[in-house]
Every structure is written in structure tokens, then in C-alpha cells.
């Protein structure tokens, strides 16, 4: 069974531009998480989506966008890009919604995309 | 009242040894406490998981033990190797809950010697 796979794994971007990162889940998980990782913050949760529809949003200003399509897969855009944003992005996804359930927060991590912003 | 402070930042033990983590949560709404493990270039990976109705739990090697009360809990690794050699997270929510969010410790770099 394949795991989380994210693309690109790395990318280099400058102040101001935008970037797109993609995340195709586990076969069969509906739910996908993002999550910010930087030596400074650690983990932080962007969003959630499941069923096309984010269910839960993080701390994050409205640079950081998401969406999920019909087949589960996931795309977060972060427009007017800071140095600030220079991070690793990682993907998560699950079978049910990461909140409520016997099996919340049964969360599967993809490698991440490490984003630098120069 | 959202932080979950882990610690120590880093820890050196010698193989063979018990490595032990700690993390301290403030809200006493949080019901789920997992640990992830996460190797290099890799995303994090749920290593174990608790829930605050049991004291302690058993997998292998890993083991959480629970603190209500003192709203602390910690994994200690038994027999510690280098292939343990990690950064481990601790993190909290509220499993019921469906507009919680998932709260991750600062994390923990641990280094087995050899």
C-alpha cells in the first residue's frame, strides 16, 4: 500500500512569488491534514480537509490556502511568500476526520515539501 | 492553556539504556496523547498512543506512562538502540472533539551512541 506522497520535495522561491504544493493521500483516506514544520515553531496545523471541505483551520493568515479535490488529493497555496515562510510542509492523511472518532488523529505523515524562500 | 511543553530539547543515552521524555499539558479538555517519531528527511510517524482513562501503555520497547493529576506523561524508550536515534514528538488533543486541533511538542533530538 503506497504512502502519503507529497511533491515537489524541495523548492526554492523567492519574496513575493506563490507556490503550490501537492499531497495525494493513502488510498481510501478522505481526510488531509497540513502542518508547518520549522526548528523554531515546530509541528504547527494549517488546516484540514475531508469530503473537499475544510473542517478546521490553524492559526495562519489567509496567504495559506487550501483545497481538496474528488479523488482526496490536496493542494495548499501560499501567495506573497516571507523569508519567514522557508519551512518544511508535511501532509497527513487519515481514514476519518483527525477530530472525533475512536480513530482521530490515526494520522499519516508524507516526507514533506521543504520550501525555501530567499 | 493550548501548549504542550515537551522535554528535554535534546538527550544523549547509551545503548542498552532508557531514554526517557517528558511533556506537560495545561488543558485538562485534551483526551489523546500520541507520540511520533520522526527520522530524517521522513515525515513523523505515530509511534504510540494514549488516552488519560489508563496509566500506562505498552508497545515493545516503548512505553507511555500517564500522569493525570499532575496532567504529565512521558515515553520512556527501554533498551534504547541507535536505529532509536530520532526526533520524538509528544502531542494532545481532544479526540472528540471536532473543532480542536492537534497540539505538538516543541520535540525531542535523541541520539543513541553506539
Known amino acids: 500500500k503506497a504512502g502519503v506522497t507529497q511533491t515537489p520535495r524541495y523548492l526554492i522561491k523567492t519574496r513575493g512569488q506563490q507556490v503550490t504544493l501537492s499531497c495525494s493521500p493513502i488510498?481510501?483516506?478522505?481526510?488531509v491534514s497540513w502542518y508547518q514544520q520549522t526548528p523554531g515553531q515546530g509541528l504547527q496545523f494549517l488546516f484540514e480537509?475531508?469530503?473537499?471541505?475544510?473542517?478546521n483551520k490553524g492559526n495562519f493568515p489567509g496567504r495559506f490556502s487550501g483545497r481538496q479535490f474528488s479523488n482526496s488529493r490536496s493542494e495548499m497555496n501560499v501567495s506573497t511568500l516571507e523569508l519567514g515562510d522557508s519551512a518544511l510542509y508535511l501532509c497527513a492523511s487519515s481514514r476519518v476526520p483527525t477530530s472525533g472518532g475512536p480513530q482521530a488523529y490515526e494520522q499519516y505523515f508524507g516526507p514533506g515539501t521543504r520550501l525555501t524562500v530567499t | 492553556q493550548q501548549q504542550v511543553k515537551q522535554s528535554p530539547q535534546s538527550l544523549i543515552v547509551q545503548k542498552g539504556g532508557i531514554s526517557i521524555i517528558n511533556c506537560a499539558y495545561e488543558?485538562?479538555?485534551?483526551?489523546?496523547f500520541p507520540w511520533y517519531q520522526q527520522f530524517p528527511g521522513k515525515g513523523p510517524a505515530l509511534l504510540i498512543a494514549?488516552?488519560?482513562?489508563?496509566s500506562e501503555k505498552k508497545e515493545g520497547r516503548f512505553t507511555i506512562s500517564f500522569n493525570k493529576s499532575a496532567k504529565q506523561f512521558s515515553l520512556h524508550i527501554m533498551d534504547s538502540q541507535p536505529g532509536d536515534s530520532a526526533t520524538y514528538f509528544c502531542a494532545a488533543s481532544r479526540a472528540r472533539s471536532r473543532d480542536d486541533k492537534i497540539i505538538f511538542g516543541k520535540g525531542t533530538r535523541l541520539h543513541i551512541l553506539p
Open positions: 488510498s481510501g483516506h478522505r481526510s
Open positions: 480537509y475531508f469530503s473537499e471541505t475544510q473542517r
Open positions: 488543558n485538562t479538555a485534551f483526551d489523546y
Open positions: 494514549i488516552r488519560p482513562d489508563v
